[in-house]
């Protein structure tokens, strides 16, 4: 029996047996030849950040693209909790340790230029101690620093809005973490820049 665990714009996720399919859902206002080619290169190109991110940190290994299935991910469902639900929850000795964890794991993506796009803690779930990285919809390739600084910088702003109390102490332990990465230098100069672009905008 299929059981529907979230349905956004882009998407259905849904939950069958021990298992999770990520569904694309068709655009009406689109071609339907280019709504098909759109989603299939979507899908395609996100098993494929996955099965290369499984590799390296704590995240569902998908099952290969398949034609019979052309806008479907299927993969294991990591029963855990959402971390954005739970991170509060913990003593702060506890959420310091797993903010650090999630610096080492987004070094090690970022050390083979995986971009996750939407790095916040509710993408994120806690199983065991571990944190698994989930939803890779919006990630690319790139060995761009900005890229690289983009990402963590869209973690800050997520600690800041969502994990509010401290998030300063928060983000300082993911930095601990991070610097696993061989150029985090470069990549804290660029979040700077970045920053400031932000504030020029408001």
């Given at each position: 029996m299929k059981k529907?665990?979230?349905q956004g714009a882009e998407a259905i996720i849904y939950l069958e047996g021990n298992n999770i399919t990520k569904d694309r859902i068709k655009k009406s206002y689109r071609n339907s030849e280019l709504d098909d080619k759109i989603r299939k290169s979507?899908?395609?190109s996100e098993i494929k950040l996955l099965i290369k991110a499984s590799e390296i940190i704590n995240s569902p290994k998908p099952e290969e693209y398949s034609k019979n299935n052309p806008s479907k991910i299927n993969m294991p469902f990591i029963n855990g909790e959402k971390l954005s639900d739970y991170l509060d929850n913990f003593q702060l000795e506890k959420q310091k340790r797993i903010?650090?964890?999630i610096g080492?794991?987004?070094a090690k993506l970022h050390a083979s230029d995986i971009i996750h796009g939407d790095l916040t803690t509710s993408n994120?779930?806690?199983k065991n101690d571990e944190i698994f990285f989930i939803d890779f919809g919006?990630?690319?390739i790139s060995k761009k620093i900005e890229d690289k600084a983009v990402d963590i910088h869209l973690l800050k702003e997520a600690l800041e809005a969502k994990h509010f109390k401290?998030?300063?102490i928060l983000f300082n332990e993911f930095l601990k973490g991070y610097q696993k990465y061989a150029e985090h230098k470069k990549v804290?100069?660029?979040m700077k820049k970045v920053e400031l672009r932000g504030r020029y905008r408001h």
């Open positions: 529907i665990l979230q979507r899908t395609r903010c650090k964890k080492e794991s987004t994120m779930i806690l919006l990630g690319f401290n998030w300063e804290f100069e660029q």
